[in-house]
């Protein structure tokens, strides 16, 4: 079984909606993040989580939120999605002495019309 | 602009033949430099680190080697093979001061094609 999870894979939603995007991993690890992949872009960082209680803005957090349930469990949400969110998303774990070798989920391709 | 950044988007080459990936960093404060694999269809998927203090690390079937006078770095891929096909990324861990955080800017990528 995949040790990082995400639902939905693929998610086609008009825009104004409210979606949101589940990560469960089973590594045991501390630290989860949220990534957006863009053509041409790379990685970039929307949020990410050092436990349950601590919570950071990343590079691009503005139009999303976050909710960190349980150690295994970190979901992004997006309250009104718009057409530029059309993208692919990653939720990766990491351990705290070694926050820079990510685990990084399958992904999920949302797409806003 | 990025700080992480690559040389060549795309590389094409023989099955046997070594390759080499190369990307650029602008950030001195950087104190680890990451490759990561990315596979068609999946995500990225981590192969190996060097700390800023090292010029070389070597795992298997791949070297890194970092040039801290020109701010370059390279990934070497001995013997490539078909499973090596897929999108490399560079990334550079720059902590921020006073804390235990990391994060990572990530390069955008170059694209390997192997050809059989």
């Known amino acids: 079984d995949a040790d990082v999870t995400q639902t939905p894979r693929n998610r086609i939603t008009k825009t104004g909606k409210r979606i949101m995007l589940e990560c469960s991993q089973t590594k045991g690890h501390d630290r989860m993040y949220w990534y957006r992949q863009d053509p041409g872009l790379g990685l970039r960082l929307i949020y990410y989580s050092f436990d349950v209680k601590d919570i950071n803005k990343g590079e691009i957090s503005d139009g999303y939120s976050v909710s960190r349930q349980a150690q295994a469990k970190f979901s992004l949400s997006l309250e009104s999605a718009i057409p530029n969110q059309t993208a692919l998303y990653f939720c990766?774990?990491?351990?705290?002495?070694?926050?820079?070798?990510?685990?990084f989920g399958p992904g999920t391709r949302l797409t806003v019309t | 602009g990025e700080s992480v950044g690559l040389h060549l988007p795309t590389l094409s080459v023989q099955e046997g033949d070594n390759s080499i990936i190369n990307c650029a960093y602008s950030?001195?404060?950087?104190?680890?430099f990451i490759w990561y694999k990315q596979e068609s269809g999946k995500g990225p998927q981590f192969i190996i680190d060097i700390r800023s203090n090292m010029d070389k690390r070597q795992g298997q079937r791949v070297t890194v080697l970092l040039n801290k006078t020109v701010k370059h770095l390279s990934l070497q891929i001995a013997a490539t093979q078909p499973g090596d096909s897929a999108v490399y990324f560079c990334a550079e861990n720059i902590p921020p001061p006073g804390a235990g955080s990391y994060q990572l800017t990530f390069g955008k990528g170059t694209k390997l094609s192997v050809i059989p």
């Open positions: 950030n001195s404060a950087s104190d680890y």
């Open positions: 990766a774990t990491s351990r705290s002495d070694r926050a820079y070798e990510q685990y």
